[in-house]
Nanobody, 125 residues
Framework: QVQLVESGGGSVQVGGSLRLSCAASGSTISNNCMAWFRQVAGKEREGIAVIGRYGGPSYADSVKGRFAISKDNAKNTLYLQMNALKPEDTGMYYC???????????????????WGQGTQVTVSS
C-alpha cells in the first residue's frame, strides 16, 4: 500500500513563498510518476505539476515560471517550491502517485492511484 503524507502548507502574504513536501512509503518515487494537484473551493481538483521517472517536469500554465516540482530520491520525498504566490493559489494541495511512466493525461485525477490527505495553502493580500 502506497502512503503519501503532505506537509508545508500554511498562510502567506501575496508574493511570498512556500515549499510543500510529500513523503512517500510503499513505493519508490524515483521509478514512478508523481504529481501535485490543487483544489479550490467549489472547483475540480486540477493537476499543476508532474515529474516522472526521468525527470522532465511539466506544469500547468497557471503556475509555470512560479512553481517548481522536484524530488529527493534518497528521502523518497516529493517537493513543490511555490514562489510569487497569488490569492488565486489558495486551496488544498495534494500529491498523487501513478505507477510507471506519466500519462499524457497527467492533469486528470483518474491517471493516479494514490493520494495524500492534502495540505492547505492560503495566500492573502
Amino acid at each position: 500500500q502506497v502512503q503519501l503524507v503532505e506537509s508545508g502548507g500554511g498562510s502567506v502574504q501575496v508574493g511570498g513563498s512556500l515549499r510543500l513536501s510529500c513523503a512517500a512509503s510503499g513505493s519508490t518515487i524515483s521509478n514512478n510518476c508523481m504529481a501535485w494537484f490543487r483544489q479550490v473551493a467549489g472547483k475540480e481538483r486540477e493537476g499543476i505539476a508532474v515529474i516522472g521517472r526521468y525527470g522532465g517536469p511539466s506544469y500547468a500554465d497557471s503556475v509555470k515560471g512560479r512553481f517548481a516540482i522536484s524530488k529527493d530520491n534518497a528521502k523518497n520525498t516529493l517537493y513543490l517550491q511555490m514562489n510569487a504566490l497569488k490569492p488565486e493559489d489558495t486551496g488544498m494541495y495534494y500529491c498523487a502517485h501513478a505507477w510507471g511512466l506519466c500519462a499524457v493525461t497527467w492533469k486528470n485525477r483518474s491517471s493516479y492511484n494514490y493520494w495524500g490527505q492534502g495540505t492547505q495553502v492560503t495566500v492573502s493580500s
